[in-house]
């Protein structure tokens, strides 16, 4: 029998914050919209988030499906996310997300989203899955604001 435990409702809203930045982006606008499409142009977030730009035409509706379930699946995964220099590192157990998992959402997120370098790590014997988003200046305000991740103190 298959026991899980309920999420804490700080993970809810971290799962709801970046389904909803992944539906964003993938929602059918226009190739080279804005990633976000908010009118403010006083905020400085807002300049960081109007520099980068993603393609929501990348994926047909059953590609765009699939990557929205491993969105679900990897946002209510996360172990542990870790702030670098040059972006974030979300970590996940690999008896919970695949490597195959992880690479398919980022070949799909790759293609809406070619502003992000990627990068995917096997450590611990295999037990542990990282991926690195990191990109040009302003990627890691981005992701900050697009995650809901808190900044540092």
Known sequence: ?????????????????????????????????????????GSSEQAVKRQFFCNRQALNPAERAHHRQLTDKLMASRKKIVESERGYEFQFSASTVSLTELSDWVAAEARCCSFFDFHIDLEEKGRLLCLRLTG???????????????EKP
């Open 1 to 41: 029998m298959n026991h899980r435990k309920r999420p804490s409702p700080f993970c809810r809203n971290l799962v709801r914050a970046g389904v909803l930045f992944l539906l964003s982006l993938t929602a059918g606008a226009p190739p080279g919209a804005p990633a976000t499409n908010s009118p403010q142009t």
């Open 136 to 150: 040009q200046p302003g990627i890691k305000r981005f992701i900050r604001a697009e995650f809901n991740l808190p």
